[in-house]
């Protein structure tokens, strides 16, 4: 069984900091690229960051640009996104996918995307 599952997400004052973790199990994640998206209610996912299948790119939204960093360690099935620097806009359900390896024009679209997590909370008060 295919399980993702976020963690990590929490009531933070602006300025501050978090790391929110994805969580895989039941596939060969290391086959897979990774994105984190978020949503706010009424609204599409939108894209933050992605990351290979091996760590060796990243890339990013520019709203988070030089504040968001995404990581992976792919011998415990993990992928992080290290916050720093959280605004009140930041405050959505943030959530991880992963892909196949693929056009890299397509990791900003939510559909291309073949597994999803359920979403971890971050609020960031003003």
């Known amino acids: 069984q295919v399980l993702l599952v976020e963690s990590g997400g929490e009531l933070v004052q602006t300025g501050g900091s978090l790391r929110l973790s994805c969580t895989a199990s039941?596939?060969?994640?290391?086959?897979?690229?990774t994105g984190w998206f978020r949503q706010t209610p009424g609204n599409e996912p939108e894209f933050v960051a992605h990351?290979?299948?091996?760590?060796?790119?990243?890339y990013y939204a520019n709203s988070v640009k030089g504040r968001f960093t995404i990581s992976r360690d792919n011998d415990k099935n993990i992928v992080y996104l290290a916050m720093n620097s959280l605004r009140p806009e930041d405050t959505a359900l943030y959530y991880c996918?992963?892909?196949?390896?693929?056009?890299?024009?397509?990791?900003?679209?939510?559909?291309?995307?073949?597994?999803w997590g359920q979403g971890t909370q971050v609020t960031v008060s003003s």
């Open positions: 039941g596939f060969t994640f290391s086959g897979y690229t």
């Open positions: 990351i290979t299948w091996d760590g060796g790119s990243s």
């Open positions: 996918a992963v892909r196949l390896p693929g056009y890299f024009i397509e990791v900003v679209t939510p559909s291309t995307y073949e597994y």
